[in-house]
């Protein structure tokens, strides 16, 4: 059984759509995250969940927005994409009640967004 | 917040024991040194994780001296699967700070 799945796992869209990525863990974790690789493979948090409660709200566009319909899901929607949102997004789960990586971090595949 | 530097790339042979090494100058009391693999086209997956001294598992070995502003992951005898990119984080435990900062890591490539 996959622990952390992602959906879809590429995505090629044109400028000013909008998009969702799905993420599901069957870890029964109560802390779900996203992350933002880019070409340079730079990793970067975007949010962090526990709870259903927003924990970590880095800094990145409006244009994102998490939602959590329940504790095992989280998914990220993006309206107005523009060619600098192309990257690969990891969803993430923990177990720890902090939203903040203090216990193991278990990983999904990653989604490929392109954005053309 | 605590920055972490390590080096961007490193290589390494087959059979060789590689350390990456990690500094964090402004670690605090409440920080663990945590680090993460990344397989090309995959998710990160967690290596190992220690507060000071010497931390082994059956992947790795973390050593971390006394003033622990620096570490040092260590992989005995790689192989080309090793062949990644390792990420030292510091992560902050209690209270209601702490961010989670991955950065560019440290991508070791493996040779035969």
């Known amino acids: 059984d996959t622990a952390v799945s992602q959906t879809p796992k590429y995505l090629v869209t044109q400028m000013g759509n909008d998009k969702s990525i799905k993420c599901e863990q069957n870890?029964?974790?109560?802390?779900m995250y996203w992350y933002k690789q880019d070409s340079k493979k730079f990793l970067k948090i975007m949010f962090s969940y526990n709870n259903k409660e927003l924990i970590i709200n880095e800094t990145v566009p409006n244009r994102f927005s998490p939602k959590s319909p329940d504790k095992a899901h989280l998914n990220l929607h993006i309206n107005s994409l523009e060619l600098g949102d192309s990257a690969v997004y990891f969803c993430a789960s923990s177990q720890d009640g902090s939203g903040r990586g203090r216990t193991t971090q278990y990983f999904g595949p990653g989604t490929r967004l392109t954005v053309l | 917040l605590a920055k972490t530097t390590q080096p961007i790339s490193m290589d390494s042979y087959e059979g060789q024991e590689v350390n990456i090494t990690c500094s964090h100058n402004n670690i605090a009391t409440n920080d663990y040194i945590t680090w993460y693999q990344q397989f090309p086209s995959q998710g990160p997956r967690f290596i190992i994780q220690g507060y000071k001294t010497k931390v082994t598992n059956e992947v790795a070995s973390l050593f971390i001296p006394a003033d622990r502003k620096s570490s040092t992951l260590s992989l005995p005898r790689v192989s080309l699967s090793d062949t990644a990119v390792y990420y030292c984080?510091?992560?902050?435990?209690?209270?209601?700070?702490?961010?989670?900062?991955f950065g560019k890591g440290t991508k070791l490539s493996v040779k035969p």
């Open positions: 870890l029964g974790h109560d802390t």
């Open positions: 984080l510091v992560i902050k435990y209690g209270g209601s700070q702490g961010n989670l900062i």
